[in-house]
């Protein structure tokens, strides 16, 4: 089997393991800076170019996306799935999970729990949206972070109007949910691949901290989750069409709520926390669904 791992840096934790995983199962796997590709469209059909060489004979891709470069990056996964390749996480996927308030859109279709939320663009009544939501705290979200970063916790209807009206002045999409108080400033990071949680890992923000990841500072143990747990992260994979994700989920007093879909979950903090070899299950998948194409 022939691999294509789209990622604009090959040596990061994952895309290593990755390789490793791929090349230990005897596949070839190149890792391919999607930024670095283009497309070449004509009447007579289009190709894909890498640094002006076509990219041809690829049985598999492991796109992983960074969200900066979504559009373009998924234009590059698109082109792939034109050519019959097999995208372990196709790009309208992609796009979905990277879209807060469509991911949410698509959960809330399909009855899984969430956070209550608003989505705005305007601060003409900012007690409104924080009224809709019961009142103080409330979570304010920036559209495109990723990591925990734009991420604030308001604790006070003065304080989250303030902030609203100031984010508002710049042109900005406020996405504001409720505040899940007994979470206690963990959630669960659900590794999904087909259809199987093959990890799970409780995360905690450090102290003082409401976010939970680890990038912020957070800390992750090995946790067993419920079967409601589990049928909310599968649940979520196949609302989102993603074969390989982490769902991030709250422990509330309702259940499961789940605050993200991630179509390009990082790999070291969870094989770290609960010693599962996650690379060789994501390839595993691969040759599964390849053997059924064929």
């Not at 916790?153 to 303030?162: N, V």
């Not at 710049?170 to 996405?175: L, M, V």
């Not at 994501?282 to 599964?288: D, K, P, S």
């Amino acid at each position: 089997m022939k691999i294509a791992l789209f990622t604009r840096n090959g040596n990061l934790y994952s895309h290593k393991r990755l390789r490793e995983a791929a090349e230990a199962r005897g596949h070839e796997i190149n890792a391919i800076d999607h930024m670095k590709c283009l497309v070449d469209v004509s009447s007579d059909g289009a190709r894909l170019l890498y640094k002006g060489t076509p990219l041809l004979d690829y049985d598999a891709l492991i796109p992983r996306i960074g969200a900066s470069v979504t559009y373009y990056g998924t234009t590059i996964v698109r082109q792939m799935e034109v050519m019959g390749v097999f995208a372990l996480n196709p790009s309208l996927g992609i796009t979905q999970s990277r879209d807060k308030l469509r991911s949410l859109q698509l959960m809330s279709e399909r009855g899984i729990g969430m956070p209550r939320t608003i989505f705005t663009h305007r601060d003409d009544y900012p007690g409104e949206e924080i009224g809709l939501l019961g009142g103080a705290p409330v979570v304010l979200k920036v559209t495109e972070g990723t990591h925990g970063v734009g991420v604030m916790l308001l604790k006070d209807d003065s304080s989250a109007k303030a902030v609203m009206q100031a984010f508002a002045g710049t042109e900005s999409d406020i996405i504001l949910q409720e505040f899940i108080e007994e979470a206690g400033g963990e959630d669960v990071r659900c590794l999904v691949v087909g259809d199987e949680v093959v990890a799970a890992m409780l995360r905690k923000g450090k102290e003082g901290d409401f976010r939970s990841n680890l990038h912020q500072g957070g800390s992750a143990t090995v946790t067993e989750i419920s079967d409601m747990e589990r049928s909310t992260a599968l649940a979520c994979a196949r609302a989102m069409g993603l074969e390989m994700c982490g769902v991030d989920l709250l422990r509330s007093d309702r259940g499961p709520v789940v605050m993200e879909v991630n179509s390009s979950p990082g790999l070291k903090g969870i094989e770290t926390a609960t010693g599962i070899d996650v690379a060789d299950k994501v390839i595993a998948h691969i040759e599964t669904r390849l053997s059924g194409r064929s």
